[in-house]
Structures are given as structure tokens and as C-alpha cells.
Nanobody
Framework: QVQLVESGGGLVQPGGSLRLSCAASGIRINVFTMGWYRQAPGKERELVAVATVGGTTNYAESVKGRFTISRDNAKETVYLQMSSLKSEDTAVYYC?????????WGQGTQVTVSS
């Protein structure tokens, strides 16, 4: 059974930082493109950051320079370091693993940026 379990969300003040983790089981993430998505209330789910098998990373324009995705294949874990957080970063953040015809999602972790 494949599981992606996110953690690290919470309430943070504007300008603050959080680090999200996504622990995978049932798959070997070294053959998957790993990504973070988010969904704010009333909005569609959007891509935040992705890290390919080869190590290439890509980011949404809105988070470039503030968020960093990284992966530790040995620990089967993907991270999202978020800095200089803004109120518009408030959303449920989801971990995603994808390759060819396989795609898996985590259950999400809430990030709220508010003073």
C-alpha cells in the first residue's frame, strides 16, 4: 500500500518560515518525480514545486526565491522549505509522486499564514 504522509504545517506569522515533510512508503521515490501542490479555499489545486528524478527543480512564479524543494531518496522523504511566507501562501499543501501511469497523493497539511 502506497502512502504519502505530509507533516510540518501549522500557523505562522507573515515573514516566517516552515518546513514541510512528505514521508513515502510502499514506493521508492528515487524513480518518481516528486512535487508539492497547494489548494486555497475556493481555488483550484496548483503546482508549487517539483523535483525530478534527475534533480531538476521547478517552481511556481509566486514562490520562486522563497521556497525550496529537496529530496532525500535514502529516507524516502521530500521537503519543502518555505520562507518569507505571505498570507496568500495559506492553503492545504499536498505531496505528489508521479511516474508514467502512476500517481499518488498525500492527505495534505494545512499552512496558515496570519498575524
Amino acid at each position: 500500500q502506497v502512502q504519502l504522509v505530509e507533516s510540518g504545517g501549522g500557523l505562522v506569522q507573515p515573514g516566517g518560515s516552515l518546513r514541510l515533510s512528505c514521508a513515502a512508503s510502499g514506493i521508492r521515490i528515487n524513480v518518481f518525480t516528486m512535487g508539492w501542490y497547494r489548494q486555497a479555499p475556493g481555488k483550484e489545486r496548483e503546482l508549487v514545486a517539483v523535483a525530478t528524478v534527475g534533480g531538476t527543480t521547478n517552481y511556481a512564479e509566486s514562490v520562486k526565491g522563497r521556497f525550496t524543494i529537496s529530496r532525500d531518496n535514502a529516507k524516502e522523504t521530500v521537503y519543502l522549505q518555505m520562507s518569507s511566507l505571505k498570507s496568500e501562501d495559506t492553503a492545504v499543501y499536498y505531496c505528489n509522486a508521479g511516474q508514467l501511469s502512476e500517481m499518488y497523493w498525500g492527505q495534505g497539511t494545512q499552512v496558515t499564514v496570519s498575524s
